[in-house]
């Protein structure tokens, strides 16, 4: 898309008024600072999306108008999201009629809210007047999911109305420390980090393990990759950003031998699981790969045996009531689960658009009851093992614990997107615009959430997403938390450039993410970089939701490094990123090197080279200037420099990269590349590819050393 569209290509004021009424931006700033016009193409394939006709004008017009007039046909809106001690809920009363409305709050408590005095607003809505009445909400009413009922009454008509009330925290509060002390935590790829026992990629018991080893370093968090749902039919996509569901997560990631069950194997099944478990083991000391689909062959083998023994009365409660506390949506996520492996196994798969209410689907339902018995099961499992990985991170005197990572959507085909088809944009995807790392901007292959319909829905999506990641963590990433304010819909048969933002409710998505952080008294991260407007930041930090920083990305007012001691309070700091190589990988300017080798840069290398050099450089004269490094200092001793520097911020918490303790240099994901790299393949090493094992990892030296300087530079700077 040309950064000024041609005269003929403009919207008109009917078509420019709809689509600011529906959060579409018909107009944006880019990375290079110029103002960009949304093309007339690009607003009416996002307006259709959103079921909202605009064709031509007429058809804006009419959409303009039903628009505004349908909030005023609700008595009471779907949701009202309200910071606890204040806020208000607007009904719509018909002329002629009284109302009455009360609060029942989560308890099952009823409380009547009084009405005040007040000048309502009128509008003649289906040629009937309709006067807009504006209810406080007191004070002194609860955190929590509520329910406002109304009664409209007096007139020719009574009309009983309801909608949800969620009260939120005004304001998080900060990460546990002790007193004026910050917290450091390790940052890792589950994936990535195997032992001996693993079956060929990391998993819930080697991230127990990784937990006490960062517990007994002096480390207050463990932060992974997302470990939501994947497919469960091969192949599986590597990305653990594009995820079948965000509300489930990956058994993937379950060791079998650790389920109770698998004591009790049979002498055939026992001898079946020990020949899957040996084989899959052989991929440990694969440096090169990981391999999931090797993995979960084994892995849905093995608990396909371990399924099979009969449960205990006591473990059938548990597994019971597990499943009835995640209710229809488990079992959605499980038909889903069944579905494709049953197009797997007989090569039929359902016709594109066949809806999770379909007759063919409803039937399936009743012939795949086994498997889906399997797969509510699966999860059941997933959460005991994730709770047994917190139990460790808690005895290893860790404050936050395990801290989970939010992708920022769905794949489009995946048990998210078909069970909740109503809540997603048809015929679009989300992405990034161009900036100055991805200038062809990216497409993410997501499709995304309708901000009317989440508010339709109360938030719930929302609500059990954050719930149930929260559930065994003390912490929380967001990627991209830009989202929760707007995001980058590009239209089907567009490029990633000729997409617009389309802008969320941000204050009820934060203020339910805040609420159910308030309850699970856990921390939340918003990475925040790239194009972030000032007062989002600044937003985050009201509401005690910490932001990101990264060394190589503070500059100062000269382009140089940024003197840690201005960095903010309220972030996550960290020497590096997962789309960066490592530390030793990037002072060797791998970032460089691996994009031209992809031929993925749209200058010189040359020119990136020269640029990239005299950014370390520049760094590297502050260590020196600071007394961190010498001369002669070698990689190692620059790398532990760098945190070092880093601890020197106030910034409340302080990520250390594994990667960085075991001397990797390969990067985990290079954005803008599919086949070209394996993303989120790589396996943990060292500098000359050696395998790194979780079993040896607590006795590397250079883990040791790097941990060390970082608890020493704390306590030093409080």
Same mark, same amino acid.
């Given at each position: %898309? /040309?950064?000024?569209?041609?005269?003929n290509d403009a919207p008109t004021p009917t078509l420019l008024?709809?689509?600011?009424?529906?959060?579409?931006?018909?107009?944006?700033?880019?990375?290079?600072?110029?103002?960009?016009?949304?093309?007339?193409?690009?607003?009416?394939?996002?307006?259709?999306?959103?079921?909202?006709?605009?064709?031509?004008?007429?058809?804006?017009?009419?959409?303009?108008?039903?628009?505004?007039?349908?909030?005023?046909?609700?008595?009471?809106?779907?949701? /009202?999201?309200?910071?606890?001690?204040? #806020?208000?809920?607007?009904?719509?009363?018909?002329?002629?009629?009284?109302?009455?409305?009360?609060?029942?709050?989560?308890?099952?408590?009823?409380?009547? +809210?009084?009405?005040?005095?007040?000048?309502?607003?009128?509008?003649?809505?289906?040629?009937?007047?309709?006067?807009?009445?504006?209810?406080?909400?007191?004070?002194?009413?609860?955190?929590?999911?509520?329910?406002?009922?109304?009664?409209?009454?007096?007139?020719?008509?009574?009309?009983?109305?309801?909608?949800?009330?969620?009260?939120?925290?005004?304001?998080?509060?900060?990460?546990?420390?002790?007193?004026?002390?910050?917290?450091?935590?390790?940052?890792?790829?589950?994936?990535?980090?195997?032992?001996?026992?693993?079956?060929?990629?990391?998993?819930?018991?080697? +991230?127990?393990?990784?937990?006490?080893?960062?517990?007994?370093? #002096?480390?207050?968090?463990?932060?992974?990759?997302?470990?939501?749902?994947?497919?469960?039919?091969?192949?599986?996509?590597?990305?653990?950003?594009?995820?079948?569901?965000?509300?489930?997560?990956?058994?993937?990631?379950?060791?079998?031998?650790?389920?109770?069950?698998?004591?009790?194997?049979?002498?055939?099944?026992?001898?079946?699981?020990?020949?899957?478990?040996?084989?899959?083991?052989?991929?440990?000391?694969?440096?090169?790969?990981?391999?999931?689909?090797?993995?979960?062959?084994?892995?849905?083998?093995?608990?396909?045996?371990?399924?099979?023994?009969?449960?205990?009365?006591?473990?059938?409660?548990?597994?019971?009531?597990?499943?009835?506390?995640?209710?229809?949506?488990?079992?959605?996520?499980?038909?889903?689960?069944?579905?494709?492996?049953?197009?797997?196994? =007989?090569?039929?798969?359902?016709?594109?658009?066949?809806?999770?209410?379909?007759?063919?689907?409803?039937?399936?339902?009743?012939?795949?009851?086994?498997?889906?018995?399997?797969?509510?099961?699966?999860?059941?499992?997933?959460?005991?093992?994730?709770?047994?990985?917190?139990?460790?991170?808690?005895?290893?005197?860790?404050?936050?614990?395990?801290?989970?990572?939010?992708?920022? #959507?769905?794949?489009?085909?995946?048990?998210?997107?078909?069970? %909740?088809?109503?809540?997603?944009?048809?015929?679009?995807?989300?992405?990034?615009?161009?900036?100055?790392?991805?200038?062809?901007?990216?497409?993410?292959?997501?499709?995304?959430?309708?901000?009317?319909?989440?508010?339709?829905?109360?938030?719930?999506?929302?609500?059990?997403?954050?719930?149930?990641?929260?559930?065994?963590?003390?912490a929380l990433r967001i990627d991209h938390i830009l989202g929760?304010?707007?995001?980058?819909?590009?239209?089907?048969?567009?490029?990633?450039?000729?997409?617009?933002?389309?802008?969320?409710?941000?204050?009820?998505?934060?203020?339910?993410?805040?609420?159910?952080?308030?309850?699970?008294?856990?921390?939340?991260?918003?990475?925040?970089?790239?194009?972030?407007?000032?007062?989002?930041?600044?937003?985050?930090?009201?509401?005690?939701?910490?932001?990101?920083?990264?060394?190589?990305?503070?500059?100062?007012?000269?382009?140089?490094?940024?003197?840690?001691?201005?960095?903010?309070?309220?972030?996550?700091?960290?020497?590096?990123?997962?789309?960066?190589?490592?530390?030793?990988?990037?002072?060797?300017?791998?970032?460089?090197?691996?994009?031209?080798?992809?031929?993925?840069? =749209?200058?010189?290398?040359?020119?990136?080279?020269?640029?990239?050099?005299?950014?370390?450089?520049?760094?590297?004269?502050?260590l020196r200037s600071r007394g961190l490094i010498g001369d002669?200092?070698?990689?190692?001793?620059?790398?532990?420099?760098?945190?070092?520097?880093?601890?020197?911020?106030?910034?409340?918490?302080?990520?250390?990269?594994?990667?960085?303790?075991?001397?990797?240099?390969?990067?985990?994901?290079?954005?803008?590349?599919?086949?070209?790299?394996?993303?989120?393949?790589?396996?943990?090493?060292?500098?000359?590819?050696?395998?790194?094992?979780?079993?040896?990892?607590?006795?590397?030296?250079?883990?040791?050393?790097?941990?060390?300087?970082?608890?020493?530079?704390?306590?030093?700077?409080?």
């Amino acid at each position: %898309m /040309s950064e000024m569209n041609a005269p003929n290509d403009a919207p008109t004021p009917t078509l420019l008024a709809l689509a600011r009424a529906h959060g579409v931006a018909t107009e944006y700033w880019s990375y290079s600072g110029v103002q960009v016009q949304v093309p007339v193409a690009t607003l009416r394939a996002i307006l259709g999306a959103m079921g909202v006709a605009a064709a031509d004008d007429d058809e804006a017009a009419a959409a303009l108008a039903e628009g505004e007039a349908a909030p005023w046909r609700r008595l009471v809106p779907a949701s /009202s999201v309200v910071r606890r001690g204040g #806020g208000t809920i607007e009904l719509h009363v018909a002329d002629g009629h009284d109302v009455e409305v009360a609060l029942v709050l989560e308890d099952g408590s009823v409380r009547p +809210l009084a009405i005040p005095e007040q000048q309502p607003v009128a509008r003649s809505v289906d040629g009937r007047t309709r006067w807009r009445v504006r209810v406080p909400v007191p004070a002194d009413v609860p955190l929590g999911w509520h329910t406002v009922q109304a009664r409209q009454y007096g007139g020719d008509d009574e009309v009983l109305d309801s909608g949800a009330l969620i009260v939120t925290p005004q304001r998080l509060a900060p990460p546990p420390a002790e007193r004026a002390q910050r917290s450091w935590g390790l940052m890792a790829q589950l994936y990535s980090v195997r032992s001996r026992r693993s079956w060929g990629l990391g998993d819930f018991a080697d +991230l127990a393990d990784l937990a006490a080893v960062a517990g007994e370093a #002096g480390a207050d968090y463990l932060l992974i990759n997302p470990v939501h749902a994947a497919e469960v039919t091969t192949p599986i996509e590597p990305s653990p950003y594009l995820p079948s569901s965000r509300r489930f997560l990956a058994p993937l990631y379950v060791r079998p031998e650790l389920i109770p069950e698998a004591a009790y194997l049979g002498d055939a099944a026992r001898e079946r699981f020990s020949s899957l478990q040996q084989t899959a083991a052989k991929g440990n000391t694969n440096a090169e790969r990981i391999d999931r689909d090797a993995a979960w062959t084994a892995k849905r083998e093995a608990l396909a045996l371990v399924h099979d023994v009969p449960l205990s009365p006591a473990r059938r409660a548990r597994r019971d009531a597990f499943a009835r506390r995640e209710g229809s949506a488990l079992a959605d996520f499980a038909l889903w689960s069944a579905v494709r492996e049953h197009e797997k196994e =007989t090569g039929e798969r359902l016709p594109d658009g066949t809806a999770i209410d379909d007759p063919v689907v409803t039937e399936l339902r009743d012939t795949l009851g086994d498997r889906i018995a399997f797969h509510v099961w699966l999860q059941w499992i997933v959460d005991e093992q994730l709770n047994e990985a917190a139990a460790s991170a808690a005895a290893a005197g860790m404050r936050i614990g395990i801290m989970h990572d939010l992708a920022v #959507g769905v794949s489009t085909v995946g048990s998210d997107a078909w069970s %909740m088809g109503d809540l997603y944009a048809p015929g679009v995807v989300v992405g990034a615009p161009p900036d100055m790392y991805n200038q062809q901007g990216q497409n993410w292959n997501q499709p995304p959430w309708l901000p009317q319909a989440l508010a339709e829905h109360a938030y719930t999506p929302l609500r059990d997403m954050i719930r149930s990641l929260l559930r065994h963590a003390g912490a929380l990433r967001i990627d991209h938390i830009l989202g929760f304010f707007r995001l980058w819909w590009i239209p089907e048969g567009l490029g990633p450039g000729e997409g617009t933002y389309v802008r969320y409710d941000h204050e009820a998505m934060i203020g339910v993410l805040a609420l159910e952080a308030h309850r699970a008294g856990a921390v939340i991260i918003g990475e925040d970089l790239g194009l972030v407007e000032p007062w989002v930041r600044d937003y985050l930090a009201e509401r005690g939701i910490l932001g990101t920083s990264v060394l190589w990305f503070e500059t100062d007012e000269d382009g140089g490094p940024l003197a840690p001691e201005r960095y903010r309070t309220d972030v996550l700091a960290t020497v590096n990123t997962h789309d960066l190589p490592p530390t030793a990988g990037y002072l060797d300017g791998e970032h460089v090197a691996l994009r031209a080798r992809l031929e993925l840069l =749209t200058r010189s290398v040359e020119d990136e080279l020269a640029d990239f050099e005299q950014e370390r450089d520049r760094m590297l004269a502050m260590l020196r200037s600071r007394g961190l490094i010498g001369d002669d200092a070698g990689e190692r001793e620059v790398v532990e420099a760098l945190h070092v520097l880093l601890a020197a911020s106030p910034s409340r918490l302080l990520g250390v990269s594994l990667v960085d303790a075991v001397g990797e240099k390969r990067v985990q994901n290079q954005p803008g590349t599919d086949d070209e790299y394996p993303n989120w393949q790589v396996p943990l090493a060292d500098a000359d590819r050696r395998v790194v094992l979780l079993d040896d990892l607590a006795s590397s030296p250079r883990f040791r050393s790097l941990v060390e300087a970082v608890e020493r530079s704390l306590r030093e700077r409080p």
